[in-house]
């Protein structure tokens, strides 16, 4: 079993920056890969950005190019995701998440473990 907990969301004006933080506690020796996705109320969990734990090849959605960065700590087990230039239409809920195995990594199901998810509210 892993547990995620996230950290860092809350409310921004449009352009402005927020951290958000996810730390694995429990068999983090079987992490694979961590995601950041995002979800909207009556919506699909989309993915915002990927990273693989081991050598750390990353994967960024067309939209957060250039403006998210994904990044991990392995010796605190936590991944983050620093987004910068916010949009309004990027409220949502935002939730980490861990697989266990390679392969796939797009989808909400391809991932074994959830965090309880943070808001980020990015005000116009």
């Known amino acids: 079993q892993v547990q995620l907990v996230e950290s860092g969301g809350g409310l921004v004006q449009a352009g402005g920056s927020l951290r958000l933080s996810c730390a694995a506690s429990?068999?983090?020796?079987?992490?694979?890969?961590m995601g950041w996705f995002r979800q909207a109320p009556g919506k699909e969990r989309d993915l915002v950005a990927a990273?693989?734990?081991?050598?750390?090849?990353?994967y960024y959605a067309d939209s957060e190019k250039g403006r998210f960065t994904i990044s991990k700590d392995s010796a605190k087990n936590t991944v983050y995701l620093q987004m910068s230039s916010l949009r309004p239409e990027e409220t949502d809920v935002y939730y980490c998440?861990?697989?266990?195995?390679?392969?796939?990594?797009?989808?909400?199901?391809?991932?074994?473990?959830w965090g309880q998810g943070t808001q980020v509210t990015v005000s116009s």
């Open positions: 429990g068999r983090t020796v079987s992490i694979y890969g």
């Open positions: 998440a861990e697989r266990m195995s390679g392969g796939r990594y797009f989808y909400s199901y391809d991932y074994d473990y």
């Open positions: 990273i693989r734990w081991s050598g750390g090849s990353i």
